[in-house]
């Protein structure tokens, strides 16, 4: 802590995480390692048997692979320290690391939000406009969606830093969560926070709901075109090829609507840490998993890929 005139200025916050479930402290350590690895392991795979399979350098799978690196770093800026946090009597972070965290936790959420609208573009091309699918979805420009989905989260993240920057805390210090969440940040903060929350407010409809509603039309243009085949079996293969993506969106607005509404309120209960844990952890778990499951290109690529490289 740093004495100035009247106050004391925080300079370190203390994330409570679980320790406050002494009872299943180790069996949440066993199970968020397994479940760390096991993301890892199978985003890490999937990325290189998309690389590795000439059959999948397609723009669903360039997208797929850039998906799987964004929950490998998403994962990552979270669940390492939480891990930590289990052998420490306090599991503390500085106010600038806290910053740092929420930042690429941030950059990276933003990051999975805008690949996700590319790839509800990517198969409203593909259903839609089976003709020109290829001059539309070009190399060229799949690279130019994923870099202006980096650079648009980065301007997201970079403004929920200046945001958390302007804070100041001088008590209390304790973040009843297990990583730094820009909520929490604000309910302890001792100065005016209404510019932080509108940064935050305008992000969230920006990268949130924009997202989601440009997400929502491509679907609704899908589903039309879908309805428009006459073959039973083509309207079966039609869907099946949105099935997974429309599952992982679910899955990943659903839960993260949740709990910012529930951090909104001020909550800092448990139900509200084990919220977080859906979406931060155990959606970069699931989604390979969602992408693969009903996917034949992926299962037959599965089948070969270790007869010629020995891996995953």
Same mark, same amino acid.
């Not at 760390?36 to 998309?50: K, R, V």
């Not at 990583?179 to 407010?201: G, K, W, Y």
């Given at each position: 802590?740093?004495?100035?005139?009247?106050?004391?200025?925080?300079? @370190?916050?203390? %994330?409570?995480? =679980?320790?406050? &479930?002494?009872?299943?402290?180790?069996?949440?350590?066993?199970? $968020?390692?397994?479940?760390?690895?096991?993301? %890892?392991?199978?985003?890490? !795979?999937?990325?290189?048997?998309?690389?590795?399979?000439?059959?999948?350098?397609?723009?669903?799978?360039?997208?797929?692979?850039?998906?799987? $690196?964004?929950?490998? !770093?998403?994962?990552?800026?979270?669940?390492?320290?939480? *891990?930590?946090?289990?052998?420490?009597?306090?599991?503390?972070?500085?106010?600038?690391?806290?910053?740092? @965290?929420?930042?690429?936790?941030?950059?990276?959420?933003?990051?999975?939000?805008?690949?996700?609208?590319?790839?509800?573009?990517?198969?409203?091309?593909?259903?839609?406009?089976?003709?020109?699918?290829?001059?539309?979805?070009?190399?060229?420009?799949?690279?130019?969606?994923?870099?202006?989905?980096?650079?648009?989260?980065?301007?997201?993240?970079?403004?929920? #830093?200046?945001?958390? #920057?302007?804070?100041?805390?001088?008590?209390?210090?304790?973040?009843? +969560?297990? =990583?730094?969440?820009?909520?929490?940040? &604000?309910?302890?903060?001792?100065?005016?926070?209404?510019? /932080?929350? #509108?940064?935050?407010?305008?992000?969230?409809?920006?990268?949130?709901?924009?997202?989601? &509603? #440009?997400?929502?039309?491509?679907?609704?243009?899908?589903?039309?075109?879908?309805?428009?085949?006459?073959?039973?079996?083509?309207?079966?293969?039609?869907?099946?090829? !949105?099935?997974? +993506?429309?599952?992982?969106?679910?899955?990943?607005?659903?839960?993260?609507?949740?709990?910012? *509404?529930?951090?909104?309120?001020? /909550?800092?209960? /448990?139900?509200?840490? =084990?919220?977080?844990?859906?979406?931060?952890? %155990?959606?970069?778990?699931?989604?390979?998993?969602?992408?693969?499951?009903?996917?034949?290109?992926?299962?037959?690529?599965?089948?070969? =890929?270790?007869?010629?490289?020995?891996? !995953?």
């Amino acid at each position: 802590m740093v004495k100035g005139r009247n106050v004391t200025e925080i300079t @370190q916050f203390i %994330l409570v995480g =679980f320790s406050d &479930l002494p009872r299943i402290l180790m069996v949440l350590f066993i199970v $968020f390692l397994l479940m760390y690895i096991t993301t %890892l392991t199978w985003n890490l !795979c999937l990325i290189i048997l998309i690389r590795m399979d000439s059959h999948l350098h397609t723009p669903m799978y360039f997208f797929l692979s850039n998906l799987s $690196f964004i929950d490998i !770093c998403y994962v990552t800026t979270t669940v390492p320290k939480m *891990l930590s946090g289990f052998f420490q009597e306090q599991s503390t972070v500085t106010v600038k690391g806290c910053a740092v @965290q929420y930042f690429v936790f941030s950059l990276m959420g933003l990051s999975e939000s805008c690949v996700m609208t590319a790839m509800a573009y990517d198969r409203y091309a593909a259903i839609c406009n089976p003709l020109l699918y290829s001059s539309i979805m070009s190399p060229t420009f799949c690279v130019q969606m994923v870099l202006g989905s980096y650079m648009a989260a980065m301007s997201g993240a970079v403004a929920q #830093l200046c945001a958390i #920057l302007r804070l100041y805390f001088c008590g209390p210090n304790i973040i009843n +969560h297990f =990583f730094c969440d820009f909520p929490q940040l &604000l309910n302890l903060s001792c100065n005016d926070t209404f510019l /932080s929350r #509108l940064i935050l407010a305008i992000v969230t409809m920006i990268f949130g709901v924009a997202n989601a &509603l #440009l997400i929502m039309i491509s679907y609704v243009y899908i589903v039309l075109s879908i309805l428009k085949i006459t073959s039973a079996k083509g309207r079966v293969k039609a869907f099946n090829t !949105c099935a997974s +993506h429309l599952t992982a969106v679910s899955f990943f607005y659903v839960s993260s609507v949740v709990v910012y *509404l529930s951090s909104s309120t001020g /909550s800092s209960s /448990s139900v509200d840490r =084990f919220g977080s844990v859906f979406y931060a952890v %155990l959606i970069p778990l699931l989604n390979p998993l969602i992408y693969s499951l009903r996917n034949r290109e992926i299962k037959d690529a599965l089948k070969k =890929f270790p007869k010629k490289r020995g891996y !995953c």
